[in-house]
């Protein structure tokens, strides 16, 4: 709307108009639009998406009806569009002639809390549990691409309703969510149905109340387990720009959609009198935790070469990040298998003041074979070296000049693997 209260501007989507012969062909008195809800954005491209009604559809009978799922442009064109009928884009429902599936349509709400909106979807005239045109609901729990995941069903018998349908009642005739909060895991839904013993077509209203928690989906989320720890120690995950605060002891989840890219997390455990501060950080890619690494303990920062899996464990493909008992404050090595010894968890300081003035690496006593090769971001070698023992001190080859301030890659091959990356020097 403009500031005056008048339209800003519009776009029609119908067989001849916004795009929408491309993916799909409308019929005559397929009704299409007989029910509308915003989906949010359902494929994460910023705009928002729509699931649309057509209780005339005849692809799986006379009327039986079907809802599309359509991906929009930031102008309001469709850019994708997904039929949903049985038999179809993953939707194994059951409709028979007059469903009128399609009638109402209420989404964008996450109800198995996997990270994508889901869609109610309402046949008011569908026989459920044979009883007829009592009426269902379909609750389609969805993919980004708008195809469905799986299905749950509400009808005079089923998905636990115990309200009182007969013949003609007509439930799912409208659909609307009146509340819908994760915190304590209730999702609540209104629907409307077109009769009721009062009156022929008097109308009704039931109002249904949900426990998400038991259909939450899994799926998607990454977990974090500090059972092993019996101190309770309070410990923060950063990830995506957001902050969670837990305390060891037990398990948590974090909710992850898939991303092309891999992002970064952070966990920091607080310092405590047994336990000095920790600081670990891990990617994410496709879902997967991997590529987990010490910034920070009480080695007072080092790049991780190889962690001791008796006190940090990636189970669970990938799912899952498991933190063991352990006193980081007793040995410098019992975080690591090895590792460089940083300052700060970047670099080095060559400048002689006694700290952080090599490129030491701790635990020795675990590598049987080694080799490091440092270069500098034009490729060439400024120091190599077999001996584990033989430091790096920021001079060119260990005995000439300085290197300047900067980063340099390392590559270094231990017990026969091989780990890149880079460090700072700085002085």
């Keep these: 709307m403009k500031n005056d209260d008048t339209v800003d ?7 001849s108009y916004g795009n929408l012969s491309t993916y799909i062909t409308l019929n005559s008195a397929d009704y299409f639009g007989s ?30 009806g079907a809802v599309y799922v359509l991906m929009l442009t930031d102008s309001g064109t469709v850019k994708m569009a997904k039929k949903i009928i049985p038999g179809l884009n993953g939707f194994e429902g059951h409709l028979n002639a007059v469903d009128l599936f399609g009638s109402a349509v209420c989404g964008g709400f996450d109800i198995d809390m996997d990270g994508v909106n889901d869609l109610l979807a309402g046949a008011p005239s569908h026989d459920g549990s044979r009883i007829h045109t009592t009426g269902i609901v379909y609750v389609l729990l ?42 304590d895991n209730t999702f609540s839904i209104a629907l409307g149905s077109r009769t009721d013993d009062s009156a022929p077509y008097a109308g009704g209203v039931y109002m249904l109340k949900v426990d998400l928690s038991v259909l939450k989906d899994y799926s998607n989320n990454l977990f974090i387990n500090t059972k092993p720890i019996n101190e309770n120690i309070s410990y923060q995950l950063n990830f995506r720009s957001e902050t969670y ?47 987990l690494r010490i910034i920070r303990d009480s080695l007072s920062g080092g790049d991780t070469l190889a962690l001791d899996d008796n006190l940090y464990r990636i189970l669970n493909d990938g799912k ?18 090895y590792g460089f010894i ?22 020795t006593e675990n590598i049987t074979s080694f080799s490091l090769t440092i270069k500098d971001l034009t490729n060439n070698i400024v120091f190599a070296t077999t001996d584990k023992l033989n430091f790096w001190n920021g001079q060119f080859m260990g005995n000439g000049s300085l290197v300047p301030i900067g980063a340099y890659n390392y590559s270094v091959q231990i017990n026969g693997e091989t780990y890149d990356g880079q460090i700072l020097v700085q002085y």
């Design 142 to 183: 969805m993919n980004t691409d708008g195809t469905v995941k799986r299905h749950l069903v509400i009808d005079a018998t089923t998905g636990n309703f115990t309200g009182h349908l007969k013949k003609g009642y007509g439930m799912a005739k409208a659909i609307s969510v009146t509340n819908y909060n994760t915190q």
């Design 35 to 64: 029910s509308i809800t915003s989906m949010g954005d359902l494929d994460n491209d910023g705009n928002i998406d729509i699931a649309v009604g057509a209780t005339g559809d005849d692809d799986i009978a006379v009327n039986a």
């Design 245 to 291: 605060l837990y305390t060891t002891g037990g398990i948590e989840t974090f909710l992850i959609t898939s991303s092309p890219t891999t992002e970064t997390a952070m966990i920091t455990v607080n310092e405590t009198l047994g336990y000095g501060q920790l600081e670990l950080l891990f990617d994410v890619t496709l879902g997967q935790i991997e590529n």
């Design 342 to 363: 940083l300052e700060g968890g970047l670099g080095i300081s060559p400048d002689s003041d006694g700290s952080f003035d090599v490129l030491a690496i701790s635990g």
């Design 9 to 15: 501007g519009y776009q029609k989507i119908s067989s």
């Design 320 to 337: 899952e990040l498991i933190l063991y008992q352990s006193d980081t404050t007793e040995l410098p090595t019992d975080s690591l298998l």
